[in-house]
């Protein structure tokens, strides 16, 4: 064993160590840098030998050996750095803030990989070659299409063998009729894998050529539906002699013969971790582009290391969901793998094993939907996983939130390029407002900033819900500005904490920071719907702010060699509610770029306008003043003064969550035609504008007579714990 001894100095946090579950902020804790599989509270999946300090230095150790980290728990201000080495090989960094030390740490082992477009989609996993299906005669099983339900066994017992393609007179129990499922329930699909390992293969044909021209054949007609597909692989990624065709692998015939664009390495096989882990995501990712006409590797991967990142993405095991605690450990989870250099981070969607919990259900798809990846890992336990198996409301809830996912497709794939040499795309508070000693430790580890201009926080504990499922939730930090509710419009001032906000079971608590820009689209469910011949932005005007919105081919690994587009999009807004956006003209190229194309604003704002101007280079757009969103789709050039925008638009047809309002604040539309976005500017110019929406936590006016007096008893002081109470203070609304 090697030992590093260094001095912490007071109020310095630390951050790092890979994927440590339930943990971001290590002062005065200690981590282990140890290949565990471990994948609940406390455990560690991904270790990585890497961590920084807010005193500008971080540190690698240039090893594979097991480690310790201790930042002060056993004796404070010490900090004490070991593996299991009898030598020293050690990088400090030495640098301005955390973004650059994520840099040098990249310089040294490699920037995160920018997935495919189509994986920020849903993926859906499952085994379909290899289980038998009997009627159930007991009520419980799986729902089919036949209306009858049905138990699966992995060993023959005289029902019906599921396949792939369903050509067996079979078709409910293949991997197609699942894909079909996600297309009947107009639910969001990008990937989906029908497994091949544990036993399961992709064919049942003498040969494993054979085998191959079936998954192909599937292939096919999951990306005639928009759908890409995958394997799972829990052996080799190469042909061995003495395996059955069933069970044998070829990644070069997978990818090039089959189509194969995503890779998910199991445990069995990558579990060992450390070097082999490394070497063995780092070969699959050289054959899916050399193989795949330069395919861009989107691998899942567990039991990473420091350079996985410039491979793989992660996930972080096999859980059991249904429970709340599922949720309220991966969200810190989420947070420290982005501050240790990998910002591409899953975990299965209410677990692998349990569920059936419909609060809890519902609440994970809503908190995922602002994450890089979704991960259906659906059959391995008692209890199916698609986004419908609740019934309603919860899939009129969970279609709402992978529709809104895909609405903002733009600005997640911009931060997403932006995570590749920037922040993370799941951002500590700090990284986003103020760093001070509140956000820097794990005050604030229950929220984070999606990108620069959401703020997401989940519901992770039942606070006060009734039987429908609906909540509030406490200690929301607000950093200094101007806030709104997304799904309400309501106005909240930073720089606090908010308690008792209510949180119906539809509704996430998310947050918009005013001066946001946010590049969205309409709603689809896959890349092959998505509208390239349009833009829209979603903009909540004040103050002047500006963001970069990226794109590419999605699918290629030609952005690496700059082909790509940037578009410069600034807003302004005075306190005479003058509001100037001006979009610039898009610079770069890459091939499938559809320079036409239509520009749609939505101005979020209280009352309607005095006047609104638009011009397109040195041209000045005669704009139409239109009476009906009806209207304002079917026209060009048009604008349109939305009082009650509805975002209930995904409920189930007939359901009893159809009728439920979920209304936002007024929204000014804009409408343009298409135009040759890389050839001028597009300014668009708002004079009246007021976004002066209510705060429904202040229902009282005038001045506090008095201060909080602390009343807290002396049962409420415990070792490590204080309780505290105070008396009501007259006119105060919330503290």
């Given at each position: 064993?090697?030992?590093?001894?260094?001095?912490?100095?007071?109020?310095?946090?630390?951050?790092?160590?890979?994927?440590?579950?339930?943990?971001?902020?290590?002062?005065?804790?200690?981590?282990?840098?140890?290949?565990?599989?471990?994948?609940?509270?406390?455990?560690?999946s991904?270790?990585?030998?890497f961590?920084?300090?807010?005193?500008?230095?971080?540190f690698?150790?240039?090893?594979?050996?097991?480690?310790?980290?201790d930042?002060?728990?056993?004796?404070?201000?010490?900090?004490?750095?070991?593996?299991?080495?009898?030598?020293?090989d050690?990088?400090?960094?030495?640098?301005?803030?955390?973004?650059?030390l994520?840099?040098?740490?990249?310089?040294?082992?490699?920037?995160?990989?920018?997935?495919?477009?189509?994986?920020?989609?849903?993926?859906?996993?499952?085994?379909?070659?290899?289980?038998?299906?009997?009627?159930?005669?007991?009520?419980?099983?799986?729902?089919?299409e036949?209306?009858?339900?049905?138990?699966?066994?992995?060993?023959?017992?005289?029902?019906?063998?599921?396949?792939?393609?369903?050509e067996?007179?079979?078709?409910?129990?293949?991997?197609?009729?699942?894909?079909?499922?996600?297309?009947?329930?107009?639910?969001?699909l990008?990937?989906?894998?029908?497994?091949?390992?544990?036993?399961?293969?992709?064919?049942?044909?003498?040969?494993?050529?054979?085998?191959?021209q079936?998954?192909?054949?599937?292939?096919?007609?999951?990306?005639?539906?928009?759908?890409?597909?995958?394997?799972?692989?829990?052996?080799n990624?190469?042909?061995?002699?003495?395996?059955?065709?069933?069970?044998?692998?070829?990644?070069?015939?997978?990818?090039?013969?089959?189509?194969?664009?995503?890779?998910?390495?199991d445990?069995?096989?990558?579990?060992?971790?450390?070097?082999?882990?490394?070497?063995?995501?780092?070969?699959?990712?050289?054959?899916?582009?050399?193989?795949?006409?330069?395919?861009?590797?989107?691998?899942?991967?567990?039991?990473?290391?420091?350079?996985?990142?410039?491979?793989?993405?992660?996930?972080?095991?096999?859980?059991?969901?249904g429970?709340?605690?599922?949720?309220?450990?991966?969200?810190?989870?989420?947070?420290?793998?982005?501050?240790?250099?990998?910002?591409?981070?899953?975990?299965?969607?209410?677990?692998?094993?349990?569920?059936?919990?419909?609060?809890?259900?519902?609440?994970?798809?809503?908190?995922?939907?602002?994450?890089?990846?979704?991960?259906?890992?659906?059959?391995?336990?008692?209890?199916?996983?698609?986004?419908?198996?609740?019934?309603?409301?919860?899939?009129?809830?969970?279609?709402?939130?992978?529709?809104?996912?895909?609405?903002?497709?733009?600005?997640?794939?911009?931060?997403a390029?932006?995570?590749?040499?920037?922040?993370?795309?799941?951002?500590?508070?700090?990284?986003?407002?103020?760093?001070?000693?509140?956000?820097?430790?794990?005050?604030?580890r229950?929220?984070?900033?999606?990108?620069?201009?959401?703020?997401?926080?989940?519901?992770?504990?039942?606070?006060?819900?009734?039987?429908?499922?609906?909540?509030?939730?406490?200690?929301?930090?607000?950093?200094?500005?101007?806030?709104?509710?997304?799904?309400?419009?309501?106005?909240?001032?930073?720089?606090?904490?908010?308690?008792?906000?209510?949180?119906?079971?539809?509704?996430?608590?998310?947050?918009?920071?005013?001066?946001?820009?946010?590049?969205?689209?309409?709603?689809?469910?896959?890349?092959?719907?998505?509208?390239?011949?349009?833009?829209?932005?979603?903009?909540?005007?004040?103050?002047?702010?500006?963001?970069?919105?990226?794109d590419?081919?999605?699918?290629?690994?030609?952005?690496?060699?700059?082909?790509?587009?940037?578009?410069?999009?600034?807003?302004?807004?005075?306190?005479?509610?003058?509001?100037?956006?001006?979009?610039?003209?898009?610079?770069?190229?890459?091939?499938?770029?559809?320079?036409?194309?239509?520009?749609?604003?939505?101005?979020?704002?209280?009352?309607?306008?005095?006047?609104?101007?638009?011009?397109?280079?040195?041209?000045?757009?005669?704009?139409?003043?239109?009476?009906?969103?009806e209207?304002?789709?079917?026209?060009?050039?048009?604008?349109?003064?939305?009082?009650?925008?509805?975002?209930?638009?995904?409920?189930t047809?007939?359901?009893?969550?159809?009728?439920?309002?979920?209304?936002?604040?007024?929204?000014?539309?804009?409408?343009?035609?298409?135009?040759?976005?890389?050839?001028?500017?597009?300014?668009?110019?708002?004079?009246?504008?007021?976004?002066d929406?209510?705060?429904?936590?202040?229902?009282?006016?005038?001045?506090?007579?008095?201060?909080?007096?602390?009343?807290?008893?002396?049962?409420?002081?415990?070792?490590?714990?204080?309780?505290?109470?105070?008396?009501?203070?007259?006119?105060?609304?919330?503290?």
């Amino acid at each position: 064993k090697t030992i590093v001894t260094l001095k912490a100095n007071e109020g310095e946090f630390f951050y790092g160590g890979g994927v440590q579950n339930g943990r971001y902020s290590h002062a005065g804790k200690q981590i282990a840098i140890e290949n565990q599989n471990s994948w609940t509270d406390g455990g560690v999946s991904s270790p990585t030998p890497f961590f920084w300090s807010t005193n500008g230095y971080g540190f690698m150790w240039h090893t594979f050996n097991k480690g310790t980290y201790d930042f002060g728990a056993e004796e404070a201000g010490i900090v004490t750095l070991s593996h299991d080495s009898d030598y020293l090989d050690v990088f400090f960094m030495v640098n301005t803030d955390g973004v650059a030390l994520l840099n040098d740490f990249y310089q040294l082992t490699g920037n995160p990989v920018l997935m495919p477009k189509f994986g920020f989609y849903m993926g859906h996993l499952n085994a379909y070659n290899r289980d038998y299906w009997t009627e159930s005669t007991d009520g419980k099983g799986m729902l089919y299409e036949d209306g009858k339900r049905y138990k699966e066994s992995q060993s023959y017992n005289g029902g019906i063998k599921e396949s792939l393609n369903g050509e067996n007179n079979n078709y409910q129990f293949s991997a197609r009729a699942a894909i079909d499922r996600y297309l009947s329930q107009d639910m969001p699909l990008g990937w989906f894998l029908p497994n091949d390992g544990y036993g399961c293969g992709y064919g049942q044909t003498e040969t494993h050529v054979g085998n191959v021209q079936n998954l192909k054949e599937f292939g096919n007609y999951a990306r005639a539906n928009g759908v890409e597909i995958g394997l799972w692989t829990e052996s080799n990624l190469h042909p061995r002699e003495g395996v059955s065709a069933l069970l044998q692998r070829d990644l070069v015939r997978e990818v090039r013969d089959a189509g194969v664009r995503v890779l998910k390495t199991d445990v069995a096989w990558v579990g060992a971790g450390y070097s082999f882990g490394l070497n063995g995501v780092a070969n699959a990712a050289g054959i899916m582009t050399y193989y795949g006409k330069n395919a861009r590797p989107f691998i899942i991967s567990v039991d990473g290391w420091a350079g996985t990142q410039r491979y793989a993405t992660i996930w972080t095991g096999d859980q059991t969901g249904g429970e709340w605690e599922y949720i309220r450990y991966h969200i810190p989870t989420f947070i420290g793998s982005g501050l240790s250099g990998q910002p591409n981070i899953t975990s299965d969607v209410d677990g692998i094993f349990g569920g059936k919990n419909t609060p809890v259900f519902v609440r994970e798809y809503q908190w995922k939907a602002y994450t890089p990846m979704m991960l259906n890992m659906d059959g391995w336990g008692a209890n199916e996983k698609y986004p419908h198996a609740l019934g309603e409301p919860a899939t009129s809830i969970n279609r709402t939130y992978m529709k809104i996912k895909s609405e903002l497709m733009p600005y997640t794939y911009s931060i997403a390029r932006e995570a590749v040499d920037g922040k993370p795309m799941i951002r500590a508070m700090f990284l986003e407002g103020e760093a001070n000693a509140f956000t820097m430790s794990e005050a604030t580890r229950y929220q984070y900033m999606y990108g620069p201009y959401l703020l997401v926080a989940p519901i992770y504990q039942n606070t006060a819900m009734d039987e429908k499922g609906n909540d509030i939730r406490n200690n929301i930090y607000l950093p200094e500005g101007t806030w709104y509710d997304y799904f309400t419009g309501e106005t909240y001032e930073g720089g606090r904490i908010i308690n008792n906000f209510d949180a119906p079971l539809w509704k996430l608590p998310v947050f918009v920071k005013a001066g946001a820009i946010i590049p969205t689209t309409e709603p689809n469910n896959n890349l092959k719907e998505a509208n390239k011949a349009l833009r829209m932005y979603e903009i909540y005007p004040q103050g002047t702010t500006s963001f970069i919105e990226y794109d590419d081919d999605g699918v290629t690994e030609l952005y690496r060699k700059g082909e790509f587009t940037q578009t410069l999009i600034e807003q302004s807004c005075d306190e005479k509610g003058n509001v100037t956006v001006n979009i610039h003209p898009t610079e770069g190229d890459f091939d499938g770029f559809v320079k036409e194309k239509v520009t749609i604003f939505k101005i979020n704002a209280s009352k309607a306008p005095k006047k609104i101007t638009v011009k397109v280079g040195n041209k000045k757009i005669k704009l139409n003043k239109v009476k009906s969103i009806e209207n304002f789709e079917k026209g060009e050039n048009v604008w349109f003064f939305d009082k009650k925008p509805n975002l209930n638009r995904f409920a189930t047809k007939g359901s009893e969550f159809e009728e439920v309002d979920m209304i936002k604040n007024p929204v000014i539309m804009v409408k343009l035609a298409k135009s040759d976005i890389t050839a001028a500017a597009t300014t668009l110019t708002i004079k009246g504008f007021e976004m002066d929406t209510p705060n429904s936590l202040l229902t009282t006016k005038g001045e506090f007579k008095s201060t909080p007096e602390l009343i807290s008893k002396d049962e409420d002081y415990q070792a490590y714990t204080i309780k505290l109470a105070w008396e009501k203070v007259k006119k105060a609304d919330y503290y």
